[in-house]
């Protein structure tokens, strides 16, 4: 007789937007054979496995809200902002304040080459 070992492996949620992926931990785990890999979720109908199930199914919707709310901003797509979003860490959000500033940076370099002193100034005032 052998010892047949369990395999548990890590759940992990992969996000992907434009292009590219990022995963996060779901903290939790389970054996590869009880998993559906088409499905993305675990076979069985015991009340562990629909508890399971339920809880991907939650994370699931918490990644499309997240991608409403990264759609209702108009910015980019990217997996990265889908899973800061997930997570709650809120990108800064540039103002026009910012926008003005880094275009005035921008002119300050380009003084004497593309711009006069005095169009910098301008545009600073």
């Not at 949620?13 to 054979?33: A, H, K």
């Not at 009880?34 to 919707?61: H, M, P, T, W, Y």
């Not at 991608?67 to 026009?96: C, D, M, P, W």
């Amino acid at each position: 007789m052998s010892d047949s070992v369990s395999t548990v492996a890590p759940i992990y949620l992969r996000i992907t937007g434009n292009g590219n992926r990022s995963e996060v931990t779901t903290g939790r785990s389970c054996e590869p054979s009880q998993c559906n890999s088409i499905l993305g979720r675990r076979n069985g109908k015991k009340e562990d496995v629909k508890s399971f199930n339920a809880f991907l199914d939650d994370l699931q919707n918490k990644v499309f809200e997240a991608h409403r709310q990264v759609t209702e901003y108009n910015t980019t797509i990217t997996a990265e902002r889908l899973r800061n979003q997930f997570q709650g860490k809120i990108e800064k959000q540039s103002t026009l304040i910012d926008a003005f500033k880094d275009h005035n940076n921008k002119m300050e370099t380009l003084v004497g080459a593309e711009f006069s002193k005095g169009t910098a100034e301008r545009y600073r005032t």
